[in-house]
């Protein structure tokens, strides 16, 4: 087995060099699944950050493509049979060396020049998910935008409501539905052709892609080898795109969304060496969790996965290490104690117990599941399964104990709120229990660990935003001419996703970040009517209608408006640091943002359908046929996430 060599460039650019050993390699995708690249930088040399997607394969198996970016161009790099890739992160800046093959780059040494770059300082990792799904087909759509948003957000078992309970309320899935919009046959499985088209479908509509923190292409099945796949990053900085062939399912749904944020799948273990359940060589199901999406299951996610994900913290996840007897809280509720027990394993990882109860998506498990998990460095852990009593779970009396005899632990109680569980290490161990953070578990009448819950899971947000626009006011007169800065102010409990601007019914552009302003250049003669709609991603609330009238003289007389000099006053004010950062094209907003639109846009594709919202009214502003946008984007950038209450 071969050996790829990994140089990485330390902290004082001082070459290190790491030889990965081999490991299990993934199935090798078949030819012609992804779009294959022959541009390179050099003839036996390549530079650029890299991606890494995850295929979920139909026969059960998972792929992995390692790929990297030269101005804008992804180029496909075949690894090693056997590498252990996993101390590649995605986005990572890296050079290869090798040679071109027929469809893709063949590596032989590949150097890590720079880490992925560092989230925002002080971000918000819980701030709202901003996902867009573009339906797009070329012949019989695969869901209605109805359907589509029924499965996405309002219906029961929707992932909006599967993550805020997975996550206890910290994660808001967030978005809209588009299309479906029929789109030119892409000529098979090419997953990056079909990005392109639903991308620029989505443009043609009006509608801007770059407003979105990750997009959802849903499709026909176009022949792929794969369900679904999906572009892996991290909790702080999640990959884009997801693709989902022929299958909408609870499970691709849930699964490629979560391989956006750097989840893996959830295995299990079969085959051990000894007999047992674990041992020191054991075979193992890729996708070999029932209950978990990122197994084959759409119950709760493992402790594990919740934890890489920040959903579990504190004395959430408490390690024990000596003898002792703990209260293990349900994994569907939000809770104060422990939810996760993790006990060493022989090898140098974790057993981690987790309590199961039958509410939520759980309604059909009960019982003590545990996994094996060992830690992880950019992307998530690989949690396994193992298989211990009836169905995987253990009940009041089942005992299980470390093949090298490391750790024994018996289910004591089950009730509705908690299981106890007796653990003991030979000689007693030593060392106090310990929280994840470091702190010291609570103990309740001599057991360790609060019984502090709330009465049931997580509800997703059922409180909608409020919003009002206030500046101009209601019954404002202008001049034709003149400049001025439409202003709303919006509020939610949790976070305002979005804000959009409508001119006589018909939407003229949103916003997804304060300030909520929208600047008008040049207003022609005639009467308006100007309302906001704001969005939490759940919830929508409308303001109240203001109209304001243009007529030659308004503003003369002091009592309205103002002059076209006078009218923008405020929010001529309010740009003067941002006046040259905007866009004065007449794209609607498009080109506000470095990147707006991905490598690839621009190519031919029928456009049909729109968004949740699209009005089939036209702004009166375009209508009239002015060359310039009389709504201008003027982009502030805003480091800081939105605010959670």
């Known amino acids: 087995m071969e050996s790829l060599l990994l140089r990485r460039v330390a902290c004082a650019c ?174 098979g499985c090419d997953a990056d052709a079909i990005a392109q088209y639903a991308i620029n479908a989505m443009a043609d509509a009006g509608e801007n892609p770059s407003a979105y923190e990750q997009l959802m292409y849903v499709f026909p099945s176009a022949g792929c080898g794969w369900g679904g796949l999906a572009m892996l990053g991290s909790p702080q900085q999640p990959e884009r795109d997801s693709w989902y062939n022929g299958s909408f399912d609870c499970v691709v749904r849930n699964q490629e969304v979560a391989h956006n944020y750097g989840l893996l799948h959830t295995h299990f273990y079969y085959g051990c060496s000894g007999g047992g359940p674990f041992g020191s060589s054991c075979s193992f ?77 759980d309604s059909d498990h009960s019982g003590v599941l545990v996994h094996v998990s060992g830690g992880w460095d950019y992307y998530g852990p690989d949690p396994y399964l193992i298989d211990l009593g009836e169905g995987g779970f253990l009940a009041a009396g089942d005992s299980y104990s470390d093949p090298n005899g490391e750790v024994t632990f018996t289910v004591v109680e089950e009730h509705d709120t908690h299981a106890v569980i007796d653990v003991t290490f030979p000689g007693g161990g030593s060392g106090a229990p310990t929280c994840i953070d470091g702190g010291a578990p609570e103990e309740q009448a001599g057991v360790v660990g609060t019984l502090s819950c709330l009465g049931g899971p997580f509800q997703p947000d059922a409180s909608p935003p409020t919003v009002a626009i206030v500046d101009p006011a209601d019954g404002d007169v202008f001049a034709p001419g003149a400049d001025f800065t439409i202003s709303a102010e919006a509020n939610d409990d949790i976070g305002v996703l979005s804000v959009a601007l409508y001119v006589d019914g018909a939407i003229a552009e949103t916003r997804t970040m304060p300030p909520w302003e929208w600047h008008v250049d040049d207003i022609p003669e005639g009467e308006y009517e100007l309302q906001a709609i704001a969005s939490d991603g759940i919830n929508e609330a409308e303001s109240a209608i203001v109209r304001i009238e243009v007529r030659p003289g308004g503003g003369d007389d002091g009592g309205d408006a103002g002059e076209a000099g006078d009218v923008g006053e405020a929010g001529d004010a309010a740009d003067d640091d941002t006046a040259d950062d905007g866009d004065d094209g007449d794209d609607g907003g498009l080109e506000d943002e470095d990147g707006a639109l991905p490598p690839g846009y621009g190519l031919d594709g029928e456009a049909a359908g729109c968004g949740c919202r699209a009005s089939d009214r036209t702004p009166p502003f375009v209508l009239l046929g002015f060359a310039a946008a009389l709504l201008r984007t003027r982009s502030r950038r805003r480091t800081e996430a939105r605010a959670r209450a």
């Open 14 to 187: 001082i070459p290190i060099a790491i030889t990965l050993t081999t490991a299990c390699a993934q199935d090798d995708l078949r030819d012609g699944e992804l779009p294959r690249s022959g541009w390179f930088a050099a003839p036996d040399v390549v530079q650029g950050r890299l991606q890494i997607l995850v295929a979920d394969m139909l026969d059960g198996s998972t792929g992995r493509i390692h790929r990297v970016v030269v101005d804008d161009t992804p180029i496909e790099l075949v690894l090693p049979d056997g590498a252990d890739t996993t101390g590649l992160a995605p986005r990572a800046l890296v050079r290869a060396w090798g040679a071109q093959g027929d469809d893709a780059f063949e590596v032989d040494e590949l150097e890590v020049l720079a880490p992925p770059p560092a989230p925002l300082i002080d971000a918000d990792a819980f701030a709202p998910r901003s996902l867009a799904t573009i339906l797009v087909d070329w012949g019989d759509p695969l869901l209605s935008a109805e359907e589509a948003n029924e499965k996405m957000y309002t219906g029961e078992g929707s992932t909006q409501q599967f993550f805020a309970e997975m996550s206890y309320g910290k994660e808001t899935m967030a978005g809209d539905i588009f299309g479906p919009y029929s789109i030119a046959w892409p000529g």
């Open 285 to 361: 199901e890729e996708y070999g969790s029932p209950y978990d999406p990122m197994g084959y299951g759409c119950g709760h996610m493992a402790a594990p996965q919740k934890h890489y994900m920040g959903w579990l913290e504190g004395c959430n996840i408490v390690t024990a290490t000596s003898d002792g007897t703990f209260n293990l809280l349900p994994t569907e509720v939000p809770c104060d104690g422990t939810q996760a027990l993790r006990l060493p394993t022989f090898d140098g990882r974790y057993y981690y117990l987790e309590y199961r109860t039958p509410i939520g998506f």
